[in-house]
């Protein structure tokens, strides 16, 4: 069985488990410079297509592939593939569900502390010299802790139930908002209350997004949103840059809506340097935590997506359903 993969070599030679050597596979990298649909001409017999979460597949690359029997997203977002047309091709797509949920949520909670106790401008200001005047500065700021604020959860999956369960210890108070409401056994077991998004918004002091992209989705963090979240809120993101509106953000940072962002996605990706929340005006720079979207990148993630990747691969080869379908068949 040939697996066509877009993502580099060092990684799978890194994380690829021991029991694939067993397994009649050939894998083939495609080259950095060639497109996804470039490769899959060059593949014709592929049966099975393993891509990283931003690389696109799309219904020409699909249909270039008539033996193509999987595609698997290397992360757990998959909005980069055009599942319909693998659903038409009746070609299962397959994620990674749950295998970042536990580093992700540590990412967040750092930028949420970051965010609230100035880890990056406080390490600037050692670096220039400036740790007195900094200091003095930050004791007269009425400097807020984590266990102080009220954070709401934009999404229940898995990274938002890990994340809640981290915030629990610091004593926050807890509310989420998801498009299917939890049981109310599952609400107290993660000690959690349900509002309505606007209402939300209207109440939490942090706002933290962990919600998959989609139709609905798409750019919910805009103008209308923005005009109901309680002034001063800090907005922390390690979702999907595309649940944004970049422009609507920035406008609500400048103007002082928002107290400040904690961004581990931007869209698009790669952030160019003159992004609208990247490049931001002096007086509001300092207000904007950025990290370049490591928050599912550990060793622990990878070899957990890599050994579920394989086995799917393996239940393929025995006749039988890979795990994580997406796509409904």
């Known amino acids: 069985m040939k697996v066509l993969i877009y993502g580099p070599k060092s990684r799978y030679d890194l994380y690829t488990p ?50 193509l029997k999987m595609i698997h997203s290397e992360g757990v977002a998959f909005n980069a593939i055009d599942i319909e047309a693998a659903r038409e091709r009746g070609v299962y797509v397959c994620n990674n569900k749950g295998c970042n949920a536990e580093s992700v949520a540590e990412h967040t909670v750092m930028l949420m502390l970051m965010a609230l106790r100035c880890g990056v401008t406080g390490h600037n200001a050692v670096k220039a010299g400036e740790q007195i ?38 004593g926050c108070k807890l509310y989420y908002y998801t498009a299917h409401r939890r049981p109310p056994e599952a609400e107290r077991e993660l000690g959690i209350s349900y509002l309505p998004l606007k209402e939300l918004a209207e109440t939490c002091t942090i706002l933290s997004l962990h919600c998959a992209v989609n139709d609905q989705t798409t750019h919910m963090v805009n103008k209308d949103f ?43 990706e790669p952030t160019p340097a003159d992004h609208p929340l990247v490049d931001l005006p002096a007086e509001v720079a300092d207000r904007a935590v950025l990290s370049p979207h490591l928050g599912g990148i550990t060793g622990g993630v990878f070899r957990r997506a890599h050994g579920n990747m394989w086995n799917s691969v393996k239940l393929l080869l025995a006749g039988e359903r890979p795990n994580f379908i997406v796509n409904g068949l």
Not at 141 to 149: I, K, M, R, T
């Open 226 to 268: 923005l005009a109901h979240v309680r002034p001063g809120a800090i907005l922390v993101n390690t979702a999907r840059g595309q649940l944004v509106d970049n422009l609507a953000v920035r406008q609500a940072l400048v103007g002082g809506r928002l107290g400040g962002i904690a961004m581990d996605t931007l869209a698009p």
């Open 18 to 67: 021991d029991f694939v050597k067993e397994l009649p596979v050939e894998p083939v990298f495609a080259s950095a410079h060639q497109s996804t649909l470039q490769a899959a001409r060059e593949n014709p017999d592929a049966q099975v297509i393993f891509a990283d979460a931003i690389t696109r597949v799309e219904r020409e690359t699909i249909d270039a592939l008539p033996n």
């Open 133 to 170: 005047r900094f200091k003095e500065k930050f004791m007269v700021s009425s400097a807020p802790e984590l266990g102080e604020q009220t954070v709401g959860i934009i999404g229940m999956g898995d990274i938002g139930k890990a994340t809640v369960r981290l915030l629990r210890p610091f």
